[in-house]
C-alpha cells in the first residue's frame, strides 16, 4: 500500500465515520450520504426535525469551513538538545511554537478525545489590541470556487475580504472557526473548554460555540473582575469586567466542583449508624397536596406544618421509612417556636465533599488584571507582557474541572500563565496533571514593546525575538520558583516530621508512617516542573509526489539533501499522524547495523542503506523478540530503491512468522 500523507495530514474528524457505521444504509456505493434516507431512519423513534432554526453566517464563513479541514504545510521539529536536558528528558508537559491552528490538526490523531481541559484567551479584538487577520494560504478564486462550494463571484469576495488584513467581526470569526472546531474534536467525553472574551466578541463568540459545540452543551458564563473604576466610556458606563465562557464536549458527562465543603459541623451525637450528619431544612419550593400534611411528635403533640408558601421535601410515604431509618427524629423537647422534630442530612449522602462553583466566583480583585501583571513582573523582573491573567485565576478553573492526572490544553499560550498554574496546582495538592502550550513566535515589536524586546534580545540572548521566548523563560523561572518556595518547603516539613516520629515512644506503626512520609517526599522530588519543546516548519518547498508507485518510481523531489535532521522531523510528523504522543519517544531497533524505529505495533524505516541481511534480522526479529511484534512497517519511499520496497513487502507477506501477525507494509512519501 503507498501512502501520500506529509502533505495530506488533515484534522480527525468522525463524525460521517459514527453514522457510517450506524447507518450504512443511508450511504450509496459510492460513499454519498443521502440525508432523506437517514431521516426516514430516524422516524419510527418519534425524533422530531426543528422547521426553525438561527445559525450564524458572515463573509469568510466558507473559507474558515475549508481551513478548518485543510491539509497542514508544516512539520513537527523536536528541539533534541532542549528535550534531552535532565530536567527534561522524562517530562509529559509540552510547549509547541508554530501556528495554533497547524498545530492542532499535527495534534489531531494523537490526542483525540484525550484532552479533559482547554483553556484559552484568544484576541478580544479590541480594535487597539493588534488584532489582524492574516492568512498565508494562497488559493485561486477557481480553487476556492471548487473546494468551498460557492460560485466564482462569491468566491472573489471571499478571497478579496481575507487577503485585506481585517479586524472586523467577520475577520475574528474566520480566525477562530477552525481551531474552535479541532479543538472540539480533542476533547474527551467528559471535556470542557473556557475562553476568556470581553463584551467585543461575547456575542459572536456565544453564537459561534453553540454551532461548534451544540447548543444544549454550553455550560455557563463566569464573570471575572478585571479593573476599578477608571477609564469611563462616553455612555457613562464603567465596565470592570468580563466573561469566562465554558462549554462541553457533552453536557451530561461534566461536574464541575467547588471547593471542599466545610465538614465540622457535621457530627453524630447520637450514634446514628448511618453517620455524621448536620440539620437540615426539611421543605422544598415546589411541590403538590400530597406533600403538605401535618407531622405530629408522639412525645410533645407538637404539630409541624411546612412554611408558608412551601412543601415538605418527602412524601408521607417516604416520611414514614426516614422515621424507621432515624432521619426524622422527634425531640423530647423544645421551645414553642422550634420545630417538632429534625431532619438530618447526613455526610455519606452527599454527592460531592465538594460545593457547587459560583459563576461570581471571580468578582474578587485577586483576579484581577493587576494581579496577573504583578506576578508576572515579579518573576521576570520587568512588565514584559500586557495583561496576563492572574495564576489564581488558571487554577481555580483547573482544579473545578480535573482530576490529578488530567490533560490541560491552552493554544493561545501567552505568557505561559496555564502551565504556572499547572504546576503549581500539582505541587499543592500532589497531583500529576499535564500541560500542552502552544505559543505562535509572534515577532515582539521594538517600536510598541522596547522592553520586551531588550529583554528578550540582551538578557535572553535571542537575536529575533518572539512571545514565544517570554512564555518559555516564565515556564523555567515559575518551575525553579514552586520547587523552591512549593516543593523544597514541604520536603523540609515532612523530614522534620520523620524525625519527631523516629523521638516518640507513643507511636505503634512508627515504621509504617515513615515509610508514607519517604514516599510523599520521593513523588514531590519527581513532581514535573519540565516541559519538551516542539516546533512547526515549513514542509520543504519542493517536496512533491509523483511516484505512480513503488514499482515504476519516478522522483522529482531530491531527498539525497535530506540531513539526518529532516528525516527525525518527518518521523516525528509521521508518529504524531499516527497516534503517538509527542511526548513518547519512539524505540530505536538495531536491524543487523541498520536502525528502524518502532512504538507499539508500528516499525518505521526511514534511512537509506537498507540490505537483505537488514530484512533478514529484522524477520529474525518479528519471531524472536517478545517485545517486538509490528503490525504495520511504514517505509520512507524516497529513501529506497523499487527492488528493495518489493523485496521487503514480499519476504515479509509471504512469511509465515512464528507470532502468526498479519503485518502491512506501507510505501509512504
Known sequence: MEQHITLNITAKNNYLEVIKEHFPQCFDRFGNFDIEKFKKELQPQEVDFSKESYGLDWLGKSYARLLATDSVTTLIKEDKEWNNKEENKNSQNLLIR????????????????????????????????????????????????????????????????????????????????????IARQLLRDDGIIFVSIDENEVAQLRILMDEIFGEENFVGDFIRKTKSMTGDKKTGLNIQHESIVCYARNISNIFLEGEEKDFDKYDNPDNDP???????????????????????????????????GRYWAFSKETYTEYVKKGKIKFKTHHKNNERGFIFKRYKNELQSSRNPVNSLEFCNNIYMNQAGTKELRELLNGEYFQNPKPVVLIKKLIYYSTSETDLILDFFAGSGTTGDAVMQLNAEDGGNRRYILVQLPEPIDPKKNKTAYDFVRNELGVENPTIFEITK?????????????????????????????????????????????????????????????????????????KAESFENQITFFDAVKLKEEDIQTLLTTWKTYDGVPLTEDLKAVDLDGYIGYYYDTKLYLMFKGFETKHLKKLLEEIDENKEFNPVTIVIFGYNFESKTMREIKENVSSYANKKSINIDVVIRY
Open 473 to 545: 523563560e516564565r515556564l523555567i523561572r515559575a518551575a525553579k520558583k514552586i520547587k523552591e518556595e512549593i516543593i523544597e518547603k514541604k520536603i523540609n516539613e515532612k523530614e522534620k516530621e520523620i524525625e519527631e516520629i523516629k523521638a516518640r515512644l507513643d507511636i505503634e506503626n512508627k515504621e509504617e508512617e515513615i515509610s508514607n512520609l519517604k514516599e510523599e517526599i520521593n513523588l514531590l522530588k519527581n513532581q514535573d516542573l519540565g516541559f519538551k519543546i516542539f516546533e512547526t516548519i515549513p514542509i520543504w518547498e519542493d517536496y512533491d509526489f
Open 98 to 181: 508554530g501556528d495554533n491552528l497547524e498545530v492542532l490538526k499535527h495534534l489531531s490523531n494523537a490526542y483525540y478525545k484525550k484532552i479533559k481541559m482547554i483553556y484559552i484567551d484568544p484576541p478580544y479584538n479590541t480594535g487597539d489590541d493588534g488584532f489582524v487577520y492574516q492568512d498565508n494560504r494562497k488559493f485561486t478564486v477557481e480553487e476556492f470556487s471548487k473546494l468551498a462550494g460557492v460560485d466564482e463571484e462569491k468566491a472573489k469576495r471571499i478571497l478579496d475580504f481575507v487577503n485585506s488584513s481585517s479586524n472586523s467581526h467577520s475577520a475574528w470569526l474566520t480566525f477562530m472557526y477552525p481551531i474552535l472546531y
Open 274 to 308: 448511618n453517620g455524621e450528619w448536620v440539620s437540615a431544612d426539611p421543605s422544598a419550593k415546589s411541590g403538590g397536596p400530597s406533600l403538605y400534611f401535618e407531622i405530629i411528635n408522639p412525645y410533645t403533640g407538637k404539630i409541624d406544618l411546612p412554611p408558608k
